[in-house]
């Protein structure tokens, strides 16, 4: 009887050693699933974090170009249509664009613009002339600090001022007379780029501004 009863002992406590061991390798997968969502959650939120820094670096790029535009108008000489007329071009070229028929597409949209390194139809932010007729020099300015963008902001000017009128019609320009030269709308458009590049070498962040300046 003695040696029964040792024998049914023995056996409860192997059960119980067994169940223990299950009880702990279910725990042990359940910890290691939460670790591995953890790890998940805080590399989206770091890429998260990122993209946001780099598009807000983008948005600060093209606000400092549409800045230097607006410098621009604001400094071009009144009374000088002959050298404003000459200034400003069609097809758009220097970054500075005559205006369109109400018809046309705005000179900002392509195909009408290239926003590339190598385009003449935008000015690249620290490396653009300063523009004929104007009141005073425009300081010169430092391109934006290596590194700190994927590439340079643009900028371009279009003159949309509408004939004998003193108001744009819907953001287009028409013909206009020369005594209205520089003396009317401006639409600035401007493009920054963020830090972040892909493996194109192409920046992962673009943020286009526009501003209207009335220059009287």
Request: charged residues 20%; contains cysteine; hydrophobic residues 35%.
């Amino acid at each position: 009887m003695g040696d029964s009863k040792m024998i049914t002992k023995t056996g409860l406590i192997g059960q119980q050693q067994g169940a223990a061991l299950v009880v702990a390798l279910i725990m042990l997968v359940l910890m290691t699933l939460v670790s591995i969502t953890a790890m998940q959650v805080t590399t989206v939120q770091q890429k998260m974090v990122t993209n946001s820094r780099d598009l807000n670096t983008a948005f600060q790029a093209a606000e400092t170009a549409l800045r230097r535009g607006e410098d621009y108008i604001l400094l071009m000489k009144r009374g000088k249509a002959t050298e404003l007329d000459d200034l400003f071009t069609d097809p758009c070229t220097s970054g500075l664009c005559k205006p369109k028929p109400e018809s046309s597409d705005p000179q900002w949209l392509p195909p009408n613009v290239s926003w590339a390194d190598d385009s003449t139809t935008t000015l690249k932010y620290g490396s653009e002339p300063a523009p004929a007729g104007a009141s005073t020099d425009i300081p010169d300015i430092s391109p934006l600090p290596d590194g700190s963008v994927a590439k340079q902001p643009r900028f371009m000017i279009e003159d949309i001022t509408p004939s004998g009128a003193g108001t744009p019609k819907g953001g287009l320009g028409t013909t206009k007379n020369d005594n209205e030269i520089g003396k009317g709308w401006f639409r600035i458009t401007a493009q920054g780029y963020g830090q972040a590049q892909g493996e194109d070498g192409k920046s992962l962040s673009r943020v286009m501004l526009q501003s209207v300046r009335k220059k009287d």
